[in-house]
């Protein structure tokens, strides 16, 4: 703790914009990608790096995607990963539907490998 007497709280900045704003400080290059309803995510075009703007319910990666990684938060209500509208059985780490873990999705060849950020 840098003065543990002049504390300034983490309470003006959600923890998703906290994530974003600790990438970018980190060199990583992120943009955000907006729900089409509550929680649920089509992305039809771009690729690069993306952070899902809210917690994850189902995240499809449309036609128009071919490799992308996004780094994303599940709702508790996680349902999972889709390509081209149909859902896969993803690789790599198990997600937990906890509202704060941040995982990435990365998507290339088609499957989609699962990575827990951090600890």
Not at 20 to 47: R, W, Y
Not at 91 to 97: D, E, P, Q, S
Request: avoid cysteine.
């Amino acid at each position: 703790m840098i003065n543990e007497k002049r504390i300034v709280p983490v309470t003006k900045v959600d923890l998703l914009t906290l994530y974003g704003n600790i990438m970018k400080l980190a060199g990583t290059t992120v943009s955000d990608v907006q729900a089409a309803e509550p929680g649920v995510f089509v992305v039809s075009s771009g690729s690069g790096n993306k952070i899902a703007a809210e917690p994850v319910k189902s995240f499809d990666f449309a036609s128009g995607v071919s490799s992308m990684t996004v780094y994303f938060v599940p709702a508790f209500d996680y349902e999972g990963f889709k390509v081209q509208g149909t859902a896969v059985t993803t690789l790599g780490a198990t997600v937990a539907a906890d509202g704060a873990t941040l995982y990435t999705a990365t998507l290339s060849s088609g499957d989609v490998t699962i990575a827990k950020v951090g600890f």
